[in-house]
């Protein structure tokens, strides 16, 4: 167990659907990151918060969001969701920003969660 | 812009043999790299890092990987594989200054063949 817990671990939904996947991070860590990992694109970071604010964006889609909530969870919400967002959902957690040197700090990762839109 | 290349999907290698996985990047700057292991359903996790300072670098399980700056590669490598090796492997880099973010390749699956 990482320590990174994240739920649901599987997900069925259909097309134009909205879901919300949550994360808890490891004890005392304060940035948490929304990576995608399909089978076409490999693992492609989404979103990193940092104690409650928005710190980096990659290729987020406009219909996902996310936010970091006071007690440090997060939340990913996916909305009109396609056939093409299928795909495993990865929460990961560092104690720090990430910013400078604490860019070298390791990430700690959820088992993930696995959509699948019909 | 970040970048890392695994130009390998695959590697297959007997038991007992030497392993090498590939990987080289683009950054702006200086880097620092990483190798994720991931089983199956289950997350990634993390083997050795690269910061600074000495080329080689030595992780968990036996695994130990060389940074070499002029040719901008970050080869995974073990001395003897086992079946238990076997998994996909990502390679991350991120700069030292700049984007706030990993950028992971795309993975290379190592089979270790008994």
């Known amino acids: 167990d990482s320590g990174v817990t994240q739920t649901p671990k599987h997900l069925i939904t259909a097309t134009g659907q909205r879901v919300t996947l949550r994360c808890s991070p490891r004890s005392g860590d304060l940035s948490v990151y929304w990576y995608q990992q399909s089978l076409d694109q490999g693992l492609q970071f989404l979103i990193q918060?940092?104690?409650?604010?928005?710190?980096a964006k990659g290729n987020i889609l406009e219909r996902f969001s996310a936010q970091q909530f006071p007690d440090l969870h997060s939340e990913l919400n996916l909305s009109s969701l396609e056939l093409g967002d299928s795909a495993l959902y990865f929460c990961?957690?560092?104690?720090?920003?990430?910013?400078?040197?604490?860019?070298?700090?390791?990430?700690?990762f959820g088992a993930g969660s696995r959509l699948t839109v019909l | 812009a970040q970048s890392v290349a695994q130009p390998e999907d695959q590697v297959n290698v007997a038991e007992g043999n030497p392993l090498t996985v590939k990987c080289t990047y683009s950054?702006?700057?200086?880097?620092?790299l990483f190798w994720y292991v991931q089983y199956p359903n289950r997350g990634l996790q993390f083997l050795l890092k690269y910061i600074t300072g000495d080329n080689l670098v030595k992780g968990s399980y036996g695994f130990e990987a060389e940074f070499n700056k002029s040719q901008t590669s970050f080869h995974l490598k073990k001395p003897s594989a086992l079946v238990s090796d076997s998994a996909l492997y990502f390679c991350a880099v991120r700069s030292q200054t700049g984007a706030n973010n990993l950028f992971f390749g795309t993975g290379t699956r190592l089979t270790v063949i008994p």
């Open positions: 950054v702006s700057g200086n880097p620092y």
């Open positions: 918060y940092y104690n409650g604010e928005e710190r």
């Open positions: 990961a957690s560092s104690v720090s920003s990430g910013t400078g040197p604490s860019g070298a700090n390791v990430l700690t």
